[in-house]
Every structure is written in structure tokens, then in C-alpha cells.
């Protein structure tokens, strides 16, 4: 065994058995991060956080949740709402970090694509990312059936049929998936065990893996500038805090990211004590029942973009049936995003603002994802099933051009 | 090559053989522990009488937690493929739940419509508008008489469910 010294403190006995000097510097103050960036990038942190919310406000809803379609929904509804002290800040807490997450994720994912923080060696953060955005819908969606609501139940169903799509074992899948003909108990309780136990776990080794892979291309910054980390950091610890273009991330940048933290938490637990409602679907306080659809039926607003690519396609064309179109569409929409960094044929990284056929390009995803969002809400008939059609056509149209676009701005620039 | 590697080799494979099995075991355990549970296989026969029903006037019974459609067809209604003839009536039998994402559609004067994407079905159960791929779907079904015993698969339904398939 090595020979360990008398420690003189409680921190000379950790750092003789864990390195925590060593740790320390690695993880924080020797962490470096570029000068050159804004609020944007403190979303990270945002999300940990609001991830950190979810986990302890579910713990104590777990405690008095029961999953199973004769109780859930009481257990919901009058034991945590009414009984339990403080139950219904738990749920709304729950209720409502569970919706402003994914505002977060996708502010954090199109400040991403924006600033080109997907290419050239970060292709790991990028598709990482975009698995815990993934392990992300999957927890939303089956948090969103536990209070057996309404709501919960006919978004449960319309779900589990999505995969009756998948050729030959279609229909047998989603018998499998639900253990039941129907939706139903076995279902609960399955969907039960991914939310509280699968999925967080998964979730916090996915997490894990997209801290590591950031930590050796570095963090892109506002002008995507490329710069050698250690060269800039040896100019920092020289005392050149002014030349340096870096700065630790502990104690100096994290300053900044807990001051948009504290704008962010005044922001969330303005909406959980005045305005949980948005979160809280009027249809999920009748109780599930498996003989009657409500009229109009819709997911949460951070599924409507691509629940619309699904339903835009509504006739059929070339003697494809609509339903195959926009199931293999709703397919593309949700993984196109994974290929992203090899879409972009730009051979630099660099802002949008200085790539100008990509910077319209943009936008106009952005305006498209807020039609397909809006249009996702209102009933498919009439004028609304056109717009949705035109808005999902647009959406698959932006991607396969991309490569063209990048490609053009690369030219202009004299860099393909 | 000396003997140890040799050695350690076999030991190598042969732990790979047992683990490969022994992973392929699990995993079709694990595939049966969410197929649906034998009392839920067992469970669901319902019997319907539908001489009771009045032509034009669709009833939903629940047969293994599902709604299914009973409509006795009045003459305007035509005929089709998949009509269940009892005597001089003509009957349509379907499994309630949209052929696009399982909502159920509700009948509006002459036409199941599908709320959730517009889908909508004629009174034989045909799609006739929006994004629904098939017929709703038959269920299984014996009659005895005018009643019929959902569940059970009689010569009727297969006739039937023979017709739908050409
Ligand atoms: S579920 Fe009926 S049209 Fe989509």
C-alpha cells in the first residue's frame, strides 16, 4: 500500500486519498471557458438545475403517487392536491419544470446550431445532446400519463399506436408495449417504472457523457474563434488576465451563469405560483375514460412542431397512404436533428451573422417551427390542415437543402 | 503461440459461449414479462343482441376494453363487402378506434368523424376522408341467432374478414 502522512486537516486527508487538489483544478479552476460569450451559453447550467427541480419535487410526489388506473388519478388529484402539506407546490413545481425544461433545451439547442456549436469536434456534444433531448420527450411523455387524466389517457393511446406504423410486427408491438389490448393498467404501471426509475438514469448518464465530451473540444464562443486553450490559459495563471481569452470557470464564470440563474428561478416560480395553469391541461382533470375521445385532442407545446409534421400530410399522394407519409415525416423530423453536423458542408465554424444564405436560413426554420407549433394546437380542418401541410413540407424542404446552403455561403467566402 | 495463451483463450471463449446464451435467454424473459398477462388473455368475450338495435342508429358496446360499433344499416346505407346478414338486416361490426391513431371517432348524423386528425368512416366502416390507412377494423365474433358473441371467431367471421382481405 502506499504510504499515506499524517494529514494536519480534514481537506489534507481527502486530497491524500482522492486528489481533491487535483480534482479541483481539473474540474473547476483550471476549467477554461472563453471570455467571448454571452447569456446564452448559461443554459447549461439552467438545465441542470431545473433537472435537479424534477428529481426532488418527483421524489416527493413518488411518495404519495399510486400507479394504478383505480387510484392514480384520486392520488393525483385529492391526496397530493388536498392532503399532503404542500403537495400541490410539488406538483406544480414538477408540473411546471417539466414544461419550461424543454423551453430551455431548445433555447440551448438553436443557440447551438446558431453559433455553429455543433461542428468540426463537437459533433459528440451535439449528438449527446440531442440523445438527452430524446431520453427527455420520452420522461415528458410518460410523466404526462401518470395523473390518468383524460388527457393523459388518449395521448397514451395515440402514442403507443404510433408504432403500429412499424412494418409486419406493427400491431403486435403495441400490444406488447401496452400489455394489454388496450391501454391499460399494465401500461400504467410500465410507464410508471421509465418515468421514476429508467429514464432519470439514463438521463443522468447521458448528462454525464455530454459534460465529458465538452471538455476536450472546449466550449464555441460569440465569434467562433478557434484558439489554442492552453496557450491563452498559461497566459491567465502568468498573471495576463487581460490578454488571456480565457477564464476559469470557478470562481470567476460561474458569477455570471448564477446571475442568470437567479433571473431564471425568478422567472419559473413566478409561473409556478401565478401561472402553473399553462402546464395543467383542463382536459386532465376528468378522469381517463377508455369510451370517449375528447373533442380535440393535442400534446404539450413542446411536442406540437413535429406533432404537426405528423398529421400535415393528410391525404394521400402518389399512392403513398398519408398515414405511411407522415409517420416516415414525423420519423424524419425527429431524427434529422442527430445528422445535423454533416448536413452543415461549411468546412468553418462560424456565427450565422457572417453566413448569410445559412442566417436565412435559419430564421426561416424558426418562423416554420413556430407555425407548425401554433398550427399544431388548432383542429386540422379547412384553411388550418393546409397551412399545417405546407409548414411540414417546408420543414423537410429546409433540411434537404441545407447541404446546398452551407455550401453556397462556403463559396462566396472563397473557403470551398 | 505458447500454451498459456492457448489456456487463456479457451477460457475467454468459453465464457463468451455461456454469457452468450445466457444473455439471449434473458432477454426473451424479459420480452415476455410485458406480453400481455394470461388473465388478460383470458378475459373478454361480450355478448350482444342486435335485434334490439334500431336501423340507422349506431350503439358502442366495450369488448376487451375497446369500443365496438354495432349499426343496423338502413336501406340508403347501401351494402358492402363486409355487412353481417342476419335474416334481411344488414349490420356493420367494427372495432371503434380510428385506423390512424386509435381516437374514437364519433357518429355525426351519417359518418363516424375522427376528431383528433379529421379522419372520417362510412356507415360500412370505409375511410372516406383524412389520413385513417384501412376500415376500422372487424373484431372477431360468432352468432347465435340474432346475438353475437364477440371474441369467438364463427364461420360467419371469417367469411367476412376473407371478403375485407381481396
Ligand atoms: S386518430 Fe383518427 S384521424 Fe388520426
Known amino acids: 500500500m502506499a504510504k499515506f502522512e499524517k494529514a494536519n486537516s480534514v481537506g489534507e486527508w481527502l486530497d491524500q486519498r482522492l486528489n481533491t487538489t487535483a480534482l479541483n483544478k481539473v474540474m473547476m479552476t483550471e476549467y477554461w471557458i472563453p471570455k467571448d460569450i454571452n447569456f446564452l451559453w448559461a443554459m447549461g447550467v439552467l438545465l441542470a438545475t431545473t433537472f435537479g427541480i424534477l428529481i426532488i419535487s418527483g421524489i416527493f410526489l413518488m411518495m404519495y403517487y399510486k400507479p394504478d388506473i383505480g387510484l392514480a388519478f384520486d392520488s393525483v388529484n385529492y391526496t397530493i392536491m388536498q392532503e399532503v402539506a404542500f403537495g400541490w407546490l410539488f406538483r406544480h413545481m414538477h408540473g411546471v419544470a417539466a414544461s419550461v425544461v424543454f423551453l430551455v433545451i431548445y433555447i440551448h439547442m438553436f443557440t447551438g446550431i446558431y453559433y455553429g456549436s455543433y461542428k468540426q469536434g463537437r459533433e459528440m456534444i451535439w449528438i449527446s445532446g440531442m440523445l438527452l433531448f430524446m431520453t427527455f420527450s420520452a420522461a415528458g411523455f410518460s410523466g404526462y400519463m401518470l395523473p390518468w387524466g383524460q388527457m393523459s389517457y388518449w395521448a397514451a393511446m395515440v402514442i403507443t399506436n404510433l408504432f403500429g406504423g412499424v412494418p409486419v410486427i406493427g400491431d403486435a408491438l403495441v400490444v406488447w408495449i401496452r400489455g394489454d389490448f388496450n391501454v391499460a393498467d399494465a401500461t400504467l404501471t410500465r410507464f410508471f417504472m421509465l418515468h421514476v426509475f429508467l429514464l432519470p438514469i439514463t438521463i443522468m448518464g447521458i448528462i454525464g457523457v455530454h459534460f465529458y465530451t465538452l471538455r476536450i473540444p472546449h466550449v464555441n464562443n460569440q465569434s467562433s474563434d478557434e484558439f489554442d486553450y492552453d496557450e491563452e490559459a498559461e497566459k491567465y495563471l502568468a498573471g495576463n488576465k487581460k490578454e488571456s481569452k480565457v477564464i476559469p470557470f470557478w470562481p470567476v464564470f460561474i458569477s455570471k451563469d448564477l446571475a442568470v440563474l437567479g433571473i431564471f428561478l425568478i422567472f419559473y416560480f413566478y409561473l409556478v405560483f401565478f401561472h402553473y395553469n399553462f402546464a395543467m391541461d383542463p382536459v386532465n382533470f376528468d378522469p381517463a375514460d377508455n369510451m370517449v375521445t375528447p373533442a380535440h385532442i393535442y400534446p404539450e407545446w413542446y411536442f406540437l412542431w413535429s406533432y404537426e409534421v405528423l398529421r400535415g400530410f393528410f391525404f394521400d399522394i402518389a399512392g403513398f397512404k398519408a398515414f405511411d407519409i407522415g409517420l416516415i415525416a414525423f420519423a424524419f423530423a425527429n431524427g434529422i436533428f442527430l445528422v445535423l453536423p454533416w448536413l452543415d458542408r461549411d468546412p468553418k465554424i462560424l456565427p450565422a451573422h457572417k453566413r448569410p444564405v445559412f442566417f436565412i436560413w435559419f430564421w426561416i426554420l424558426m418562423v416554420d417551427l413556430i407555425v407548425l407549433t401554433v398550427y399544431g394546437k388548432l383542429p386540422p380542418t379547412g384553411t388550418n390542415a393546409w397551412v399545417g401541410f405546407f409548414a411540414a413540407v417546408a420543414f423537410i424542404v429546409l433540411f434537404l437543402v441545407l447541404p446546398i446552403v452551407t455550401k453556397i455561403d462556403a463559396k462566396k467566402r472563397g473557403d470551398a | ?166
Not at chain 2, 82 to 90: A, K, T
Not at chain 2, 140 to 157: D, M, S
Open chain 2, 1 to 166: 503461440m505458447s500454451n498459456e495463451t492457448n489456456r487463456r483463450d479457451f477460457l475467454g471463449y468459453s465464457f463468451a459461449a455461456v454469457a452468450a446464451v445466457g444473455g439471449a435467454a434473458s432477454l426473451v424473459g424479459m420480452k415476455q414479462a410485458w406480453d400481455p398477462l394470461p388473465s388478460v388473455l383470458a378475459g373478454g368475450f361480450t355478448k350482444v343482441e342486435l335485434g334490439e338495435l334500431k336501423p340507422g342508429k349506431p350503439v358502442t358496446v366495450t369488448w376487451r376494453g375497446k369500443p365496438i360499433f354495432l349499426l343496423k344499416k338502413t336501406a340508403e346505407m347501401g351494402e358492402n363487402t363486409r355487412d353481417l346478414i342476419i335474416g334481411s338486416d344488414r349490420f356493420t361490426v367494427a372495432i371503434g378506434l380510428c385506423t390512424h391513431l386509435g381516437c374514437i371517432p364519433a357518429w355525426k348524423k351519417d359518418t363516424w368523424k375522427c376528431a383528433c386528425h379529421g379522419g372520417e368512416f362510412n356507415p360500412s366502416g370505409q375511410q372516406v376522408f383524412g389520413p385513417p390507412p384501412r376500415p376500422l377494423d372487424l373484431p372477431p365474433f360468432a352468432v347465435n341467432g340474432t346475438a353475437i358473441t364477440l371474441g369467438e371467431e364463427g364461420p360467419e367471421y371469417k367469411k367476412i374478414a376473407a371478403a375485407m382481405m381481396a
